[in-house]
C-alpha cells in the first residue's frame, strides 16, 4: 500500500470517516468471503470421492489390460475386450465431467472472493490519503491494523486463485491414455492440499473481526 506525500495530514474527523468507510467495506467482504469459502468447502469435499472412484477405475482398466485375453475363456467372446474398455472409458468421461461441474463451483468462489478483495482495495486507494499512513499501520493490543486486515484478505485472494489454478492443471493432464497417474489422482490431491493450507482463510475473518469491532468502540466512544 501507498500514501500519498504532501500536503496537510488529514483532520480527526476525515479520517474517522475514512476509517468507518473502510470497516464497513471490510464486514461487508468478510461475511461474503464466509459464505464462498461454505461453497468452496462443499465442492472441495467433493473431490476426494470423484477422484477415488477415478483410481478404482483406472486400476481395473490396468487389470484389463494386462489380461491375457486369448488365454482365458474369455477369449471366446471376440469383441468382450473392446466392449469393456468402451465401458470403462465412458464411466471415467462421467466422472471427469463430475469434477468439471466442481471445478466450475471453485472458479465461482474464486471470481467472487477476487472481485469482492479488489473492491475493498480499490476504495482504500480512493480513501488513503484521507485516513492516513500512520492510521492504517495502527495497531492495538487486541487488534490488528488496517494494512493486516487488507494483507489478508489479498492473501486470501491468492489462496483461492492459486489452488483453483491447482485443480484446473489436474484436470487437464488427465486421461485415460495414461492410466497410472490416474491410479494416484488422490495422492496428487493430498500433496496439493496440504501446500494450501485454508487456516488464512479463518485467520483473516478473525483479524477483520477484530478490527471492524474494535473500530465500532473509537466511533461509539466519547469525544469521537
Known amino acids: 500500500m501507498t500514501q500519498r506525500s504532501g500536503g496537510a495530514l488529514p483532520g480527526p474527523r476525515v479520517a474517522m ?11 461487508e467482504c468478510a461475511a461474503a468471503v464466509g459464505r464462498q469459502d461454505a461453497a468452496w468447502r462443499a465442492a472441495l469435499a467433493a473431490w476426494a470421492p470423484l477422484l477415488g472412484s477415478l483410481a478404482g477405475l483406472a486400476a481395473q482398466m490396468r487389470a484389463a489390460q494386462r489380461l491375457a485375453w486369448g488365454g482365458s475363456p474369455l477369449g471366446a467372446f471376440g469383441d468382450l475386450r473392446a466392449r469393456l474398455w ?14 468439471g461441474g466442481r471445478r466450475a463451483e471453485l472458479r465461482a468462489v474464486r471470481d467472487a472472493v477476487g472481485a469482492g478483495v479488489a473492491g475493498v482495495l480499490r476504495l482504500y486507494e480512493e480513501r488513503a490519503a484521507e485516513l492516513g499512513l500512520a492510521a492504517a499501520l495502527r495497531r492495538g493490543p487486541r487488534c490488528p491494523s ?17 489452488l483453483y489454478l491447482e ?6 493432464r488427465l486421461s485415460c491414455d495414461s492410466l497410472a497417474d490416474m491410479e494416484a489422482l488422490p495422492q496428487s490431491w493430498e500433496r496439493i492440499l496440504e501446500r494450501y493450507k485454508e ?22 466512544s466519547p469525544g469521537s
Not at 487456516?199 to 461509539?220: A, G, M
Open 17 to 27: 470517516a475514512a476509517a468507518a468507510a473502510m470497516a464497513a467495506a471490510l464486514r
Open 86 to 99: 468402451r465401458k470403462q472409458r465412458g464411466a471415467a468421461e462421467a466422472l471427469l465431467e463430475q469434477l
Open 199 to 220: 487456516d488464512v482463510v479463518q485467520d483473516t475473518l478473525l483479524k477483520i473481526s477484530l478490527f471492524v469491532d474494535n473500530q465500532r468502540e473509537l466511533c461509539c
Open 146 to 162: 488496517l494494512a493486516d486486515a487488507l494483507e489478508g484478505l489479498q492473501d486470501v485472494e491468492r489462496y483461492y486463485r492459486h
Open 167 to 172: 485443480s484446473k492443471l489436474l484436470l487437464l
